[in-house]
């Protein structure tokens, strides 16, 4: 089956340590996306990527890093230098085309940092 | 940057009962997309709107694309307790210069329960 797997799906860590959420996708879609939810909020984008080797910040990227070495994975790594890290991660991919803007999301990967 | 603003914030209605949700915009849209949630799972794509005044139906689902691009309406019939989740509106304003992004922005999100 096609689609989009986020691993762990529960996340805990200790304050100070940096953890890296998994996000695959075997859609073959070109664009890959971070978002970050908070309770009784919207989705904010953290960060975004066009292309493999390349991606670019979101609205909230401090304290947060990525890669993208492959079309289907695109790692976030949460740092010790996020103030606030516990939060719901959601992944989603698109295909690059002018006429289609659909994103399509992945089960997210609940963190929680004590 | 912009803005949406998506109404109401929530909403308890009775099983059968119509629903209507709607998300504005100070600057005009491209795009809009309306998304289901349920409790823990990421958001699923409902309907899709490309055109200004564009009309589309997902069974019980009815979405429009307002016709001055600023605004969107999601219509939910006869609404039965799987209906239950958080209806977030997303869109993609006007492309900046030559760049096209696929960034979307999202509303705060509706958050419906039905009662049995």
């Known amino acids: 089956d096609g689609g989009i797997t986020q691993s762990p799906k529960y996340l805990f860590r200790k304050e100070g340590q940096n953890v890296t959420l998994s996000c695959e996708q075997n859609l073959n879609h070109d664009a890959m996306y971070w978002y970050r939810q908070d309770p009784g909020q919207g989705l904010r984008l953290i960060y975004y990527s066009q292309i493999v080797n390349d991606f670019q910040k979101g609205d909230i990227a401090e304290g947060y890093s990525v890669s993208r070495e492959k079309k289907e994975s695109f790692p976030l790594t949460v740092t010790s230098a996020q103030k606030n890290p516990t939060a719901f991660y959601l992944c989603?991919?698109?295909?690059?085309?002018?006429?289609?803007?659909?994103?399509?999301f992945g089960p997210g990967t609940r963190l929680t940092v004590t | 940057g912009q803005q949406l603003n998506q109404s109401p914030q929530s909403m308890f209605i009775q099983e059968g009962e119509d629903v209507s949700m709607n998300c504005t915009s100070s600057s005009i849209f491209n795009t809009w997309l309306w998304y289901k949630q349920d409790p823990g799972e990421g958001p699923v794509l409902l309907i899709a709107?490309?055109?200004?005044?564009e009309l589309t139906s997902n069974g019980r689902l009815t979405a429009q694309f307002g016709i001055t691009r600023k605004d969107s309406f999601l219509n939910i019939s006869a609404s039965i307790p799987s209906d239950v989740g958080i209806y977030f509106c997303a869109g993609r304003g006007r492309r900046n210069g030559s760049s096209n992004t696929g960034k979307l922005i999202f509303g705060q999100g509706t958050t419906l329960q039905v009662k049995p």
């Open positions: 709107l490309y055109k200004a005044g």
């Open positions: 989603a991919s698109s295909i690059r085309r002018e006429s289609s803007y659909e994103q399509y």
